[in-house]
């Protein structure tokens, strides 16, 4: 007679060990930009073309410190995640006026692979900052 044979396995995963992540995005020249047409001349306060442009800061935080430049495959994107990559360090500069009565926001997006040291586990982390525009009526 047939004698029947199995195996099986158990995981067990405790989710405290792993490390909290924190991230998010921070704006030199705040989130708000003004925009006004006067007498069909285009006026932004504040204008990121001159006296200062718009720097957009990648942060996370797995425990105490900022580990932005420690994620591998970094991308910021603008519109949506799946964007096209602007570029891969933790800041990224905009230098032109963005936002109109047409497109009064405009979303950007940092990402990266967090892996953990001690558990090996990957987190993708995906950060969002929305520019918007406070339109004012003149």
Same mark, same amino acid.
Do not use: C
């Given at each position: ?18 490390? #909290? ?11 708000? %930009?003004?925009?006004? +047409?006067?007498?069909? @001349?285009?006026?932004?306060? /504040? !204008? *990121?073309?001159?006296?200062? +442009? %718009?720097? $957009? ?13 420690? $994620?591998? +495959?970094?991308? *910021?994107?603008?519109?949506? /995640?799946? #964007?096209?990559?602007?570029? #891969? ?14 497109? /009064? @926001?405009?979303?950007?997006?940092? %990402?990266? !692979?967090?892996?953990? /040291?001690? @558990? ?9 900052? @929305?520019?918007? !525009? ?5």
């Amino acid at each position: 007679m047939a004698t029947l044979v199995s195996t099986g396995q158990f995981t067990i995963t405790d989710h405290n060990d792993a490390v #909290s992540i924190t991230s998010f995005i921070s704006s030199s020249r705040g989130v708000s %930009q003004v925009f006004a +047409n006067n007498d069909g @001349t285009n006026v932004f306060v /504040p !204008d *990121w073309t001159s006296g200062g +442009n %718009q720097v $957009l800061t990648a942060y996370a935080y797995a425990g105490a410190g900022n580990i932005a430049a420690n $994620l591998s +495959n970094r991308k *910021w994107s603008a519109d949506t /995640p799946e #964007s096209a990559s602007l570029g #891969s360090g933790t800041t990224y500069t905009i230098s032109t006026n963005l936002l109109t009565e047409a497109s /009064p @926001t405009k979303t950007y997006y940092f %990402q990266g !692979d967090y892996t953990d /040291p001690v @558990t090996g586990l990957v987190s993708h982390i995906i950060s969002a900052v @929305t520019l918007t !525009d406070r339109k004012r009526v003149v």
